[in-house]
């Protein structure tokens, strides 16, 4: 396997993981998007998670540089009591997967969360998971529910697969708010 690197998302990285978030927007059910984002968009949302103190990360090939994945944490929901926990999305290139790079992804993400003292992980996986659930299992996710004919892609109803993770302390002490 090639090498890979992961480092914190810059500004010239919208092009690169817009192209791989699209491919699944069109092809998957990760994502229930429909449509693709533009670049600019993509811009926008790598801004306003960063912006956010939140991780934004790329795995590149070392040496050569090509993006061959991206994730991310963001906010679970926009409430005072949920500020502690995360919602993670990660996505890998097509052709990529099952090397490594998802593995390396998540490994760094729930790293930098633990650092910037998040207490939970919440993942949000479209009809039930496949590779991503095997992924955030191998991960210490645990299943925490599940939504039936949750959203409607590709001409049927799709379940959502939801799988928490504890960070650093998860719930058995108050957060550290320093």
């Not at 192209?19 to 994502?31: G, P, W």
């Not at 229930?32 to 912006?51: F, L």
């Not at 944490?73 to 995360?86: E, K, L, T």
Request: net charge neutral; hydrophobic share 35%; with cysteine.
């Amino acid at each position: 396997m090639t090498t890979i690197r992961i480092r914190e998302a810059r500004g010239g990285d919208a092009q690169a993981i817009r192209d791989i978030y699209a491919a699944s927007v069109e092809t998957e059910t990760a994502s229930w998007e429909t449509v693709p984002p533009d670049v600019t968009e993509m811009n926008r949302r790598i801004g306003r998670i960063t912006g956010g103190g939140y991780p934004f990360l790329v795995a590149e090939e070392e040496g050569t540089g090509p993006i061959r994945g991206f994730a991310y944490a963001g906010p679970f929901r926009d409430r005072a009591a949920y500020a502690w926990s995360v919602e993670d999305s990660i996505y890998v290139a097509e052709g990529m997967r099952g090397r490594g790079v998802g593995s390396a992804l998540l490994s760094a993400l729930i790293e930098r969360c633990e650092a910037l003292g998040y207490r939970q992980m919440l993942a949000v996986l479209g009809d039930s998971g496949g590779g991503s659930r095997a992924l955030h299992a191998r991960h210490g996710f645990k299943e925490a529910g599940r939504l039936p004919d949750f959203g409607w892609k590709h001409g049927a109803w799709r379940e959502l697969l939801l799988m928490q993770r504890p960070l650093g302390g998860g719930g058995s002490a108050p957060p550290d708010p320093s």
